[in-house]
């Protein structure tokens, strides 16, 4: 064998030993679904319906809304004009922002917590505004072009944990500014001279002093974790001391005393979470979990139904399917039963319900 025959011997190896490790790790990681493809070409009332129909269900994965409506409106009279952006709040510790389709964009609680000063936050809504418009200008990922070509194709699923709308959340989750990408906007507007938090809306400045609670919230939920209920309780009732009228704190709270029985503590702390933040799965997941324990039915498939439009999940699609079931509806029981099995099969609720699914009488 000869120099260029042996060069093009080693150069048929090496494509061949790429293709396979790029197959060997696609495989071990789910990579292929991140190769990229051309963006598509939506228009910009496209956009705002993807943007639109997204914010929703991530809001629901980081922790709800927060319950006050009045930061919301501030935030969006200090965006600047000719920067069309829409912000919402998600009702979460962690300093992030989420840019999404649409000029729309999702800030933390905790981020907003740090903010020290006016220009700072007008340079977080402005990188914020930036970001939302390039999402579909560069090459993206074949995975959220066809997620996004599927949300503005197909109707959304009412019980669906798995629908377009929810998998292109989880796609924007991913896309979060966190640390590195927070450090340097402020680096950024630290260079204009006015670090004083003259012009901070009161809404703003406020949740600074509300970090104390938050962090008793995260030592109780560390609690939880090692199941040393006593004193996570006892630190989330300090946290909710500290902080009165949080609905997140509260939320853990009565979910807290749900877990050990005490139903009339859990029912008083839920109400109360319920009543601030009502578009918030999870506390809702929790009130309709205790009216179904109680034999307050009606009540349960209220809760539980507004749990499941906010946010379809194994867990409120089975208790609603209970609730249903109790109430004399077999047959929208058995529905959302089939959609707990197909959607969870291996899981301990996706077993009970293809178990309440096979004994049923009802004509599937």
Known sequence: ???????????????????????????????????????????????????????????????????????????????RSGQPLKASVADQSTPALYPLPGGRVIMTRGLLAEVQSQPELEAFLAHAARLSNRIYEDRVARNMVKATEEVLSAASALY???????????????????????????????????????????????????QPGYEMLAVAQDFEKIDNQSEAIATYLQAAAATPDEPRILGSLGLAYLRIGELQSARLHLQK????????????????????????????????????????????????????EKSG??????????????SDRSSKLGRTAASRLAQSTIVQ
Do not use: H
């Open 273 to 324: 979470a319920v009543e601030l933040q009502p578009d918030y799965y999870r506390t809702q997941m929790g009130l309709g979990y205790l009216y179904l324990q109680t034999g307050k039915y009606g009540q349960a498939n209220q809760a539980l139904a507004a749990s499941v439009r906010l946010l379809p999940v194994t867990e409120n699609l089975f208790l609603l399917a209970e609730a249903r």
């Open 1 to 79: 064998m000869d120099v260029s025959q042996m060069r093009i011997f080693q150069n048929l190896l090496y494509t061949i030993c790429l293709f396979v490790a790029l197959a060997w790790i696609g495989g071990c990681a789910g990579l292929p679904q991140y190769i990229p493809a051309e963006p598509p070409k939506l228009t910009s009332v496209e956009q705002d319906r993807v943007g639109a129909a997204v914010e929703g269900k991530l809001l629901q994965m980081l922790g709800g809304p927060y319950y006050d409506k009045v930061l919301v409106n501030d935030l969006n009279r200090i965006v």
């Open 160 to 210: 669906d944990p798995d629908s377009e709308e929810i998998q292109l959340a989880r796609l924007f989750k991913q896309a979060r500014c966190e640390r590195d990408c927070l450090t340097s906007i402020r680096l950024s507007a630290s260079q204009t001279g006015n670090p004083a938090s003259a012009g901070l809306p009161e809404s703003v400045k406020r949740l600074s002093a509300l």
């Open 329 to 342: 509806d077999i047959k929208g029981a058995m529905l959302l039963y089939r959609f707990v099995a197909e």
